[in-house]
Nanobody
Framework: QVQLVESGGGLVQAGGSLRLSCVAS????????MGWYRQAPGKQRELVAV???????NYADFVKGRFTISRDNAKNTVYLQMSSLRPEDTAVYYC???????????????WGQGTQVTVSS
């Protein structure tokens, strides 16, 4: 089993910044892609940003130029630096990781429990 634990969410005013972190732990052999998704009340979960093990990144159009995803492979950790936050960024942010576990060939997709980000106007 693998656990993903997010931290760094909170309440911030519009225009402010937050940094989310997500640490993966457990029976890990390797981690391929890691990413951040978000889900606002009454809406579907949507991709925010993803980063490969080699550092290639992809962003949703609505965060380009404002959010930066990064990772520390040695620490099995992914970060999301969020700047110029807007009220519409308010959502629960979820960490996601594509993990190959020790003793297994196939990869398994894991989710964190989510961290609330609230942006006030």
């Amino acid at each position: 089993q693998v656990q993903l634990v997010e931290s760094g969410g909170g309440l911030v005013q519009a225009g402010g910044s937050l940094r989310l972190s997500c640490v993966a732990s457990g029976n890990i052999f390797s981690i391929n892609a890691m990413g951040w998704y978000r889900q606002a009340p009454g809406k579907q979960r949507e991709l925010v940003a993803v980063i490969s093990s080699g550092g290639m990144t992809n962003y949703a159009d609505f965060v380009k130029g404002r959010f930066t995803i990064s990772r520390d492979n040695a620490k099995n950790t992914v970060y999301l630096q969020m700047s110029s936050l807007r009220p519409e960024d308010t959502a629960v942010y979820y960490c996601n990781a594509d993990v190959r576990e020790l003793g297994r060939v196939i990869r398994t997709n894991y989710w964190g429990q989510g961290t609330q980000v609230t942006v006030s106007s």
